[in-house]
């Protein structure tokens, strides 16, 4: 089952579905994405606009360099601005299908050494993050390519850093007879924040076999042929529902808001907090102040803040202190009369989707 929160990444993630996404590329925008690369301004574009996408990109030698690949103009459609960064490699395609924006190169797309079209005998993730079914994704592959070499069996198991977005929500897919690029689609369309990109060597396309079958000749496991990555389209920032707010007061320097970290807590995330900051007055007294998060619960949040105040004539003063930040309830910490710090969950704002 996939939990509700996929209905939030779904809401965030914009238009999951045909006729929904060609009316968001008929969208007037002035954005001009930073990135160099038409792979990277794919992606900028993807994460500004909250489009599910699956980019299928051919690597040719020598045909893309920065100088070729202008930025493309102002005053167009978001579907224009796609296809400008695209035209730079006039092989690959734009079209809408199975829920994404697909980019791929008609050609490349049905070769048969392409390895998005190795069919697997079958696929299964239970109730696994997209960490898990990248995973099983790769052993399914080394099950289907090398049969023999795993017929006893083998030792599993996978990690990743924590703190990452894709460790939400989790999910359950099976299937057979599926290409790599059908479990592909389906592990980012359940996941339901996520694009992927593949990238495909040109050279791998030419001579008498698949490349995989190829390495396996030269002793190297034929199971390795994978070559995609998964993409946020969101992060926490935008994801979260409720965030933990502090505010700080110190009696003539500073009396505002001074974090506003969002966090997950059903998954144990959080977004970074926004670092350090400070102030001083024209007569030299001055403060420092950083917060962040150390643990997170089911209900509550451990927070670290930090506080030194320095006043005109006086010895300077630090304020370090852990404090549990709990749903329903403010934590107030005084350490002296002109020093408060509170801290308390409150709903995230609404988003809004800018088109610059």
């Not at 697909?102 to 079209?117: G, I, K, T």
């Not at 929500?169 to 690029?181: A, E, V, Y």
Request: charged fraction near 30%.
């Amino acid at each position: 089952m996939i939990p509700a929160l996929l209905l939030l990444c779904a809401a965030c993630c914009g238009a999951a579905r045909a006729g929904t996404l060609e009316e968001k590329l008929l969208t007037p925008t002035a954005y001009v994405p930073q990135a160099t690369g038409p792979v990277e301004r794919l992606i900028e574009v993807a994460q500004k606009f909250k489009l599910p996408m699956a980019v299928e990109w051919v690597e040719r030698a020598g045909t893309i360099t920065p100088e070729t690949a202008a930025l493309p103009a102002r005053g167009r459609s978001l579907k224009e601005l796609l296809l400008a960064i695209v035209s730079v490699s006039p092989e690959h395609k734009i079209e809408i299908e199975g829920g994404f924006v697909r980019v791929y190169s008609p050609v490349a797309s049905v070769h048969p050494f392409n390895f998005l079209n190795v069919r697997l005998k079958s696929y299964d993730v239970k109730d696994g993050d997209i960490f898990a079914a990248e995973d099983q994704l790769r052993w399914a592959i080394r099950f289907t390519l090398e049969p023999e070499k795993y017929r006893d069996g083998y030792a599993g198991g996978h990690g990743h850093g924590s703190g990452s977005v894709f460790e939400m929500p989790r999910f359950t897919l099976s299937g057979s007879d599926l290409t790599i690029r059908e479990v592909l689609n389906r592990i980012a369309l359940a996941q339901g924040n996520a694009l992927w990109v593949a990238t495909i060597r040109g050279d791998d396309l030419d001579g008498a076999k698949p490349y995989w079958k190829r390495k396996a000749l030269d002793g190297e496991d034929a199971g390795e042929v994978h070559g995609w990555r998964f993409i946020p389209l969101a992060g926490i920032r935008e994801l979260a529902k409720e965030e933990v707010a502090v505010d700080v007061f110190v009696e003539g320097l500073l009396d505002k808001r001074m974090s506003t970290i969002p966090v997950v807590l059903e998954y144990g995330l959080t977004a970074d907090s926004e670092g350090a900051t400070g102030g001083f007055t024209s007569d030299g007294e001055s403060y420092f102040y950083s917060a962040g998060v150390e643990k997170v619960g089911r209900e509550s949040v451990t927070l670290s803040v930090h506080l030194t105040v320095t006043r005109r004539g006086e010895v300077e003063r630090k304020f370090d202190r852990k404090l549990q930040v709990t749903r329903g309830r403010v934590t107030e910490f005084r350490p002296e009369r002109r020093v408060a710090i509170k801290a308390y969950f409150e709903p995230r704002g609404e988003m809004t989707d800018e088109h610059e």
